[in-house]
């Protein structure tokens, strides 16, 4: 069974850019959370999908942003990026009902900005 | 913001010897989980302890949870190389459907 697959691993951008990070939840998982790693602030909650709708948001200006497709992949883009946002962000799914609220993480895509 | 802390925030350990880390949190849970990151890669699950629990085993695990302390402890015994990662603790918020999670313990265990 496939773990979740993130894309890209590595990335590097320039203040003012935007990017797209992209997360493959493991089938039959329809619930997919993001989480923003950094060695200041710790791992902190996005945002999290289930069938294709936002159910819950972090504290994260309006610069962060998600999706989620009919497939249960999931899309985050971060606009306007600021060297701030340098981190590692993690995408985690998890099963519906009883076991919703373990996650199974990606192994991360790493953004550098400069 | 990160729910609570967790001490120590590092630990350096001989191989065959016990671990502890402990972890303190703020709000009423649902339940309380231990993850796994080795250097700069995704969590990994390791236990889940519901609030209504306050001991439970996994292999070489234990983890204990004191909820009118808020606070929970893992035990890890006869530590391997192979443990040494940073352990997070996570909880679930009565009201809310994200884990928050601890600053973390970054545990070496040497050969």
Redesign the interface.
């Known amino acids: 069974k496939a773990g979740v697959t993130q894309t890209p691993r590595y990335l590097i951008k320039t203040r003012g850019q935007q990017v797209t990070l992209s997360c493959s939840p493991i089938s039959g998982h329809r619930s997919v959370s993001w989480y923003q790693q950094t060695p200041g602030q710790g791992l902190q909650f996005l945002f999290e999908y289930f069938s294709e709708t936002q159910r819950n948001k972090g504290n994260f200006p309006g610069r962060f942003s998600g999706r989620q497709f009919s497939n249960s992949r999931s899309e985050m883009n971060v606009s306007t990026l600021e060297l701030g946002d340098s981190a590692l962000y993690l995408c985690a799914s998890s099963l519906p009902g009883e076991r919703a609220n373990v996650l199974t993480f990606g192994a991360g895509s790493r953004l550098t900005v400069l | ?2 729910q609570g802390e967790e001490d120590p925030q590092a630990l350096s350990i001989q191989e065959g010897e016990n671990a502890t880390m402990n972890c303190s949190y703020k709000t009423s849970i ?2 309380l ?1 231990w ?1 796994r990151q080795n250097s ?6 390791l236990i ?1 302890i519901r609030s209504n629990e306050r001991e439970k085993h996994s292999g070489r695990l234990r983890v204990t949870l004191d909820t009118s302390k808020k606070s929970s402890s893992l035990l890890i015994t006869a530590s391997r190389a192979a443990d040494t990662a940073s352990y ?1 603790c996570a909880t ?1 918020d009565t009201g ?9 313990t970054r545990l070496q265990v040497q050969p």
């Open positions: 913001s990160q649902n339940n989980q993850y700069g890669r995704g969590l990994v699950h889940l997070f679930m809310r459907r994200a884990l928050t999670f601890g600053s973390g």
